[in-house]
């Protein structure tokens, strides 16, 4: 950091013209005069194409125009004061201090930590000042090396002591209540605020962290503090309760229930899809912000002490809909994954014969005991091998017991989604119900969302304050799982099994044609929004058909979960492409995206698309959709199948059919890249192109 910016890098009370222009030229021979500049005319392009994209005139005299550049090898920081000031397009007039930020073309990490450094030290009149002040270069160094290495401020979690005073020992929701309410006021009657958010999406693999990622630097430009939860695949990273007391706001971006909502109650609250931080971070710091003093501001709804039901006064009936799905299909994902798995690897090791005898042989036989593979007619067992026979009917039979929890755990935590903790009984018990009723996920769907509504009608009774500590752990889960049991058993169980069976019987329907239009329909789904509604609700129906396949080993369940995995592999995949064969057509940004994006189509990452997407929709979009439907209809009409939810070209083990699988994979990368390149070139040469 101390070569960062130099004497040599320094200019005073310098007149360079009145235009914008004039002075980014000025900075830049500064900086090739100091030796830091590999191409000053790239340079000076690269930073007239930034300011181009948008102002960098900031309020209060500043300015910082700034690039990635191939003009600069090393980071680079170039300052004037500006004598008379030149308007760079700040709505409060020209500016008299001026920063050329120069960050090498792979440094976006530096570049992105000088632009956040710098900018939350200009909103410091004491810096700015000492700047105004300053009498030689020296001064001026000094002033900003200290600013860029000082840590942000208030960015330490405030102390645990002074953020609200605990709840007496053993003083339950009377006297947590109050605790909550302090803790919403405290933060917002004067001090600086901080923030809190959690991020969830039904995979928990891309858009949570992204979300994540996207609040803690839009924050950061924001200068305010926040703290993010996690509620992802790699598990969560909870907030501690002190952070949660301590915070002014809290931001909700999932497309899933919220575990433990009632953690924040009484909390401004700024709620949204996992999507949108991702596009407007600093949108919603600013929305939270404005939120922690608004008394009338939407907020989390309970008392600290109880979870309580998960409130969501402001969100729609289709949105609550989706989100109380997806938490149910979420919670269900890991026992398909590793049931789906296990069962594929006792195929490969015990042929698909096991399926017939693989508990009896895993029960009765031992590593000291191997099966006789005749015995069994495992004719396809690996190497004829007693012992792979042997392994593959345990890894067989734990498959299937993984996939015995599938549509317990979906309905368990669809209830859980509506009514929190004391629905999850319930929801499991009915779960269980609808396997015992051959109504399948269906039943899974329908009991976890009765129980759920049953379990949070009930826990809106006013009863005595003695009973109070017996409904979450006694009443509810009791009468939730008898009325609703009742309900399913009686009621429901016969045409739910009717209509499961129906639904099954039209898959099992699909031949040719019929076949390869739902590949082309599931296709179109998985590249329209990427993440997105649309694309959660194929992954969904695929995966909870993956469960309603358990172990057969041909079922058309298994051809939907290829053709959903296929297509949303491909937009990544096909972009990636278009970097490289038409790299002139991207930014450069673009191209750095481009290169990560291999990685996460491989990995069936179909959030690796969203930067281009945003960039430009109009054609990218289109063109993604195009070859997804392409690699749908393929894989529906090549019978290739998948047991696995996910893994992209990591699951191919579970693959039965991999030469149609990549058949089907590279037809819709090469259609999509191919109509990727057509459209863009038809209104930008290779010479148009933007590097920021």
Known sequence: MTDLITTELVRLDASWGDDKADVIRGLAAVVDEAGRAEDVEQLIADAFAREETSSTGLPGGIAIPHCRTTGVSEPTLG????????????????????????????????????????????????????????????????????????????????????????????????????????????????????????????????????????????????????????QGSAGSTPLSPETIAAASAVIFAVDVGVRDRGRFAGKPMVSSSVKRPIDEGDAMIAEALRYADDPNAPRVEGNAADA????????????????????????????????????????????????TDGQAIAVDNTLFNLPNVDDFGLEHALFGSPFFAYLGALLFTLGAAAFGF????????????????????PGFVMGAIAGTLNSGFLGGIVGGVLAGIVAHWIAGWKVPTWMRGLMPVLVIPLLATLISGFVMV?????PLAALMDALSDGLNSLQGGSAIVLGIILGLMMAFDMGGPLNKTAYAFATTGLGAAATATDAPELKVMAAVMLAGMVPPLALALATVVRPGLFTIPE?????????????????????????????????????????GALSMGLDVSLRAPHGGIFVLFAVDGVIGFFIALLAGVLVAAALVVALKSMNKSDADVATV
């Open 79 to 230: 300052f004037v004061r500006l004598d008379p000031p030149v308007d760079f397009g700040a709505k409060d007039g020209p500016a008299d201090l001026a920063f050329l930020i120069a960050a090498p073309a792979g440094g976006d990490a530096t570049h992105l930590q000088l632009l956040t450094k710098l900018a939350r030290s200009l909103v410091k009149p004491a810096f700015t000042d000492s700047l105004r002040s300053a009498e030689t270069p020296e001064e001026v160094v000094e002033h900003i090396l200290m600013a860029l290495d000082a840590p942000p401020a208030g960015s330490s979690t405030p102390a645990p002591a002074a953020a609200v005073p605990a709840a007496p020992a053993g003083g339950g929701a009377a006297a947590a209540a109050p605790a909550a309410a302090a803790a919403s006021a405290a933060p917002a009657s004067g001090g600086p605020k901080s923030l809190v958010a959690v991020t969830a999406c039904p995979t928990g693999i891309a858009h949570t962290y992204m979300a994540a990622e996207a609040l803690e630097a839009a924050a950061e430009r924001a200068g305010v503090p926040i703290q993010v939860e996690t």
């Open 490 to 494: 009686v009621v429901l169980g016969k």
């Open 591 to 631: 191209r750095e995206n481009g290169k990560a994006a291999w990685a996460m189509g491989a990995s069936f990452i179909t959030e690796g698309a969203i930067p281009f997407a945003a960039a430009d929709p109009a054609r990218v979009i289109p063109s993604i959709m195009a070859g997804s439907a392409v690699t």
């Open 406 to 425: 599938l549509v317990p755990a979906l309905a368990g935590y669809i209830a859980y989604a509506i009514a929190d903790r004391p629905g999850i009984a």
């Open 308 to 355: 309580g039901a998960t409130s969501t006064a402001n969100e729609s009936f289709g949105a609550k809909i989706r989100r109380v799905l997806m938490t149910g299909v979420s919670y269900m994902i890991p026992f398909v994954a590793a049931g789906g798995l296990l069962i594929a690897l006792g195929f490969l090791f015990g042929g698909y014969e096991i399926v």
